[in-house]
């Protein structure tokens, strides 16, 4: 049988595409392998949002050149969201004359087609579809656990916030149609699915494409109804569209988890209105103190960029206390990166590096002691833990997901995997929580 190796980087949408090009893969006969020496068709699964992810993978196919040589027939393939970019596609095929395919996120369906193109041609094959109407349904994945999946209720994204590239790698926001989504995660649930995390930019401007007047809490409430899920997240949530209705839903459905990931990027209003955001400090603020009112064990995680440009040590104040005033469980902090082709890459006064980099490290300085506190205030009680792996430092010990998301490590075996466990903590880190399984 053939083999295919797949790198991907970036996020969960990503790791999602990953899964049904596989899928894909799989039907023509294609089987995965981990090791590139063994692959016909090495495929990177690109993300476009920092440069980082960028450079890394420019170095990683630079490396294969070697490989390539000795193995010619091997199919060297990048798609994902850097294929997107028209400047970013040339760029690397005019510095890496070895790749042999480059397709994006809404054509994986073709991927058949285009490989045997290929195969037949010898030639370098790209194929490029910006329309997200054109992404074909009738695809499914294959999963890499059994227990949880990523399921899509959109594609693309139309918020053109000025610092990100992603609406112009992913397109127009679509909503797929509820029957569509709900029939998956039946399907899902079937074969052994507990835990679902619905996927979109902005999930709470779910609907808004669909011909019914249908929003993505009437999506939760129906998704609560299926018999067998056990846990329903979500990603990511944009705070201008987070309405009571939402918070209604963490209220009144037993199976949503106690989590809400709500992206602030900053504290100064001066930056949210840079940025094009939409909301407020005060009216992000105002949205966090409701939920915590009325959901009172919710943890709250978040993204923050640091150094977009323009930033003032007044703007980076505002958002240190910012973070001390809503105290997050958990953030994930960014370097502000330029994206060619976004609004704030022609800002001027970008800020330099050494700056950049301080405020970084103040900032973690800053939000680690409270993560440390919020999760001090869970020792001694009782969480329920879907068993996700054996930790990688130590064989006797689990790793799983409160409901609230955090990690949490405990003594137990591999047959746990996929299960759900209660563990009473006794011991907690800055990330993660320790216990002993009760039962
Ligand atoms: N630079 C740094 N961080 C960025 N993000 C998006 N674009 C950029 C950029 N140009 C961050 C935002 C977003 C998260 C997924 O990535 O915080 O919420
Ligand atoms: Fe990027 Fe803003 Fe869309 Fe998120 S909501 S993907 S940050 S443009």
Sequence with gaps: MKKYLINTSGCQANEL????????????????????????????????????????????????????????NVVLGICGCMMQREDIREFFLSKHKHIDLVFGTNNIHKLPQLISRQLETGQTIIDIVEDTREIDESIDAHRKYSYKAYVDIMYGCDNYCTYCIVPYTRGRERSREPKVILDEVKKLVQSGVKEVTLLGQNVNSYGRTLSVDY???????????????????????????????????????????????????????????????????????????????????????????????????????????????????????????????????????????????ERFQRLLDTLNPIGLKLNQKLLGTVQKVLVEAVSKNDNEVMSGRTGSAKLVHFKGGEELIGKIVSVRIDNVKTFTLEGIMID
């Design 17 to 72: 595409d990953s899964e049904k090009i596989s899928w894909v893969l799989d039907t023509i006969g294609y089987e995965p392998t981990e090791d590139k020496e063994q692959a016909d068709i090495i495929l990177f699964n690109t993300c476009a949002v920092r440069k980082s992810a960028e450079d890394k993978v420019f170095g990683q196919l630079g490396e294969l050149k070697e490989l390539k040589r000795r193995k010619p």
């Design 215 to 357: 929003s993505f809490p009437d999506l939760l409430r129906e998704i609560n109804e299926i018999d067998g899920i056990q846990r329903i997240r979500f990603m990511t949530s944009h705070p201008k569209d987070f309405t009571h209705e939402l918070i209604k839903a963490y209220m009144d459905l037993d199976k949503l988890s106690p989590h809400l990931h709500l992206p602030v990027q900053s504290g100064s209003n001066r930056m949210l209105k840079l940025m094009n955001r939409k909301y407020t400090r005060d009216e992000y603020l105002e949205k966090i103190k409701t939920i915590k009112n009325l959901v009172p064990n919710i943890a709250i995680t978040t993204d923050i960029i640091v150094g977009f440009p323009g930033e003032t040590e007044q703007d980076f104040q505002e958002t240190l206390d910012l973070v001390k005033e809503v105290e997050f469980d958990l953030a994930y902090t960014f370097l502000y990166s330029i994206r060619e082709g976004t609004t704030a890459a022609k800002m001027e006064k970008q800020v330099p590096d050494k700056i950049k980099h």
